[in-house]
């Protein structure tokens, strides 16, 4: 996984900016592996879905210049990446990265979040809740799973991530308390 | 196929009270009519009076009659009319479960479309402890209607006309609308004869409000799912009462379960007392409630 | 005082038992229970792991089978039931008086509750209930006043649990259909209310959130405003040239400052709802919950409520256990 990709939240701006300019499609193979290798540790995620398992869902993060398209599947699933919600996608969850994040790592109450509007589903609602239901139980850690996929380098990219988390206040990481 | 009038479920005054059952007993073709007070135990004073005239009067026109129990019971006064219902030796109709606690034992009681009958296990109950006849709740789809009917006991009744009873609640949405407290309602009710309609945001009627009730805008009509119902075994329909043009309806239904009159001259002939001017059957077939079979 | 708090995924019972729920309430995944959303509720392992969890951490599930069994295949529901009892549940939340007398012919042993969903709002319905089916405790219909709850309790044997946060039902529960007028899904018949599937969400170029529910606009929220979720009975509608929020507005039921009250009352248990709601939402009220049980029990006032935030529409209501919310 190359640095850049791990280094997303860590400087929101810049990254942003840079994303602007630089083109999208190196990142859908490292997103998909990571994907893969979540789904992988939990198979409940696509059990989860159950009808919804074969929709498109747009992960829209609000504050960066991309959309990621994600395509479950218990071995094959895949993130494309791309500037605009694609068509394709059966229903898209659009709100801050921080929010995005939140909601994966239990930080957050979705349907709070939902009310007060940083959130906004578009689409198939029914899909959008299954997937932020499936997520919830499987208390998912972004942080732990981007630095398992470094491997060897595991060890050192784990304070780094603490550190990114301190320093951008994004949550990259499962809470704790829960 | 045998017709049943439900209880009136909007508050009309003493004398319209009185007007709607007299020419009910002499001039409508119905087999059972069912009376009292259903939604809200405050209007009942109003009219109680007027009941044992209206209970001879029907009897002595060959029909049948019962008594209805409220849909909600809370309060003290309301439980103990519920146990006096029974002491008037009428059929009660149940539309609380709460009355079952007041039923002397081996009397005879009918089963109203607001008790949650959903299943044949329900139903066989209902019926080993005495339940003569059962109005299923409107929400039922024809396949839920078939499955209770071959096996329940007792004859199984359906709604076949009127503004639909959606929803009971213990908070009376006249008075909130009217920014009252339900304790200071001053019986504002009175001044929607058949329920006060809700639109959306888009301007399409939806729903009605009806004190502490709240029903369809739209008008049920059975009529196009006769034939349906009759195979399933279903042996009466429940028409339930408007403040115009309802001895028509009655009359309309009879010629249509005599072969007589087809669906859709029913239909077109009541639709303009019927409330809402517009009529739903989703609740049998349809994809909702709302939905109308023969909708363009 | 015993806290019933909600679980709608195996994540969320375990942040419940450790944010110290005495008890957690679920339901299999299907349609023999209340919140058969999307993505949530157990399968039979989990339900089994989620029973042995909690029971090692000393506290109880109950297992809701609260609709209304399908007419000609009450299999589902009879096998959640001999499920749920096989699997160790420390009681079934019913609701179908069919259901009710068949787990109690069947299942004589299993402890029965009887569902919010079945509206036993009176002494008489409440004894009835208990008398013919052996129920133990009894949801109250959220239709009730503090002063009524104490009078049940005067004239009743049976436990009594009462909700105390979370959505609230402005209608008599289990005695709606407002949502299969609209959708064709219910509470009673699908276990779910104003579902997601038919909801839409709009957003014109002004910032304007208009939200559908079976084609119904029932709800438009400006620029900046909370958008509450399109429950019918939460909706906004126009009546005689007046527009609002005709049953009810979006808020949901924060009664922690009752507690005392309700104790008072004769109350057993104190129910949380929100199966529907993340483990992070779970984790938090639970906690703060559980804080006010333990300052009741050591006879300390209730902290004030912290849980805003967290509330629909970011507004709550003490309901019906206020006699003016009539």
Known sequence: MPDSAVSFPLAPRPLAAGLRVLPLFPLAAPLSLL?????????????????????????DPTDLPLVLLLHPHPSRAR???????????????????????????????????????????????????????????????????????????????????????????????????? | MDLTVGPNQFFWGAETWRDFYAELADEAPVDRVVLGELVCSKRLPFYQADIPGAVERLQAAGKRVALTSLALVTLKRERKLMAELFETGLEIEVNDLTALAHLPEGAAFGVGPLVNCYNEGTAAWLATRGAGRICLPPE??????????????????????????????????????????????????DTDPDGREVETLDGQPFLAVNGVQTLSAACANAAHQLGPLRNAGVSALRLSPQSAGFTAVCRDFRALADGRMSAAELSARNLPDAPGGAYCDGFLTGMSGVAWSQAG | MELVCPAGTPAALRAAVAAGAHTVYCGYADDTNARNFPGLNFSRAEMEAAIAHAHAQCAKVLVAINTFPRAGDPGPWHAAVADAAAAGADAVILADTGLLAHTAEHHPDLRRHLSVQAAAANPDAINFHAEAFGVKRVVLPRVLSVQEITAINREIDVETEVFVFGGLCVMAEGRCSLSSYATGQSPNMNGVCSPASHVAYDEDADGTLSARLGGFTIHRSARGEPAPYPTLCKGCFTSNARTGYVFEDPTSLDASQLIPQLAKAGVSALKIEGRQRSRAYVAKVVRAFRAATDALAAGRPIPPGTLAALTEGQSATTGAYAKTWR
């Open chain 1, 79 to 178: 993130i494309t990446v791309h500037r605009r919600p694609p068509a394709e996608a059966d229903t898209r969850i659009a709100g801050p990265l921080a929010a995005l994040l939140g909601l994966v790592h239990g930080t957050w109450d979705g349907d709070a979040l939902f009310f007060s509007r940083d959130l906004v589903i578009e689409g198939d609602t029914g899909a959008a809740l299954a997937l932020r239901n499936a997520i919830d139980d499987a208390e998912l850690d972004l942080g732990a799973e981007v630095a398992g996929l470094a491997g060897p380098m595991r060890g050192r990219l784990a304070p780094l991530i603490g550190l990114a988390e301190r320093v951008t206040r994004l949550p990259l990481r499962r809470t704790r308390e829960v």
């Open chain 1, 35 to 59: 994907a893969r290798r979540v789904i992988a540790a939990n198979p409940g995620l696509i059990e989860r879905l159950g009808v919804y398992g074969a929709c498109r869902f747009a992960i």
């Open chain 2, 140 to 189: 039922l789809p024809l396949t839920s209607v078939t499955a209770i009917t071959a096996a329940c006991p007792a004859p199984v009744e359906v709604w076949g006309w009127g503004r639909l009873p959606l929803a009971i609640s213990g908070r009376c949405y006249h008075a909130r609308l009217h920014d009252r407290a339900k304790d200071n309602c001053q019986f504002v009710c």
